[in-house]
């Protein structure tokens, strides 16, 4: 089960979240009953459309949206992944504002539950401070203190 939970994962980032895959399949990926914690939400993701609404979201921020896994770890109904992200931020959303042109790189890790061959729970951890200091939205520790 762990290389078959590891391979659901892998289609998830391959698809959802790189600017080369389709957003339509998060109806195979997610479960009907799907949350994501991620720390930049006040309120958890909740169901496939949500999930998708999230993706497309950061593939709209950044068109040529490019995520790497670095490494996998998988045991019981879990997958840990280590990841790396990049992209131009050069579309317009509601949580990043207007394009500035800016590239960004940004490392995290998720953790997945996986129940009957789909990804129900997701808790991702990744440097939205960092990414918003590469975006120009708030100041850098030295441009802070300069």
């Known amino acids: 089960m762990s290389e078959e939970n590891k391979a659901i994962v892998r289609r998830e980032v ?7 895959g389709t957003l339509d399949a998060a109806e195979e990926v997610y479960g009907p009953d799907f949350v994501g914690h991620d720390p930049t939400r006040p309120e958890d993701i909740h169901g496939i459309e949500e999930a998708r609404q999230f993706a497309a979201g950061f593939r709209s921020a950044f068109p040529d ?5 670095e490494d996998q770890v998988a045991e019981g109904d879990k997958v840990v992944t280590r990841w790396r992200t990049s992209g131009t931020h050069q579309g317009q959303t509601e949580e990043l504002g207007p394009p500035t042109g800016n590239r960004m790189e940004m490392t995290g890790i998720s953790i997945e539950r996986i129940s009957e061959g789909k990804v129900v729970e997701s808790w991702d951890n990744y440097d939205a401070m960092g990414m918003m200091q590469q975006l120009g939205h708030i100041p850098s520790p030295e441009e802070a203190q300069a």
């Open 65 to 69: 949206l490019t995520c790497t896994i």
């Open 14 to 20: 391959e698809e959802l979240f790189n600017h080369t």
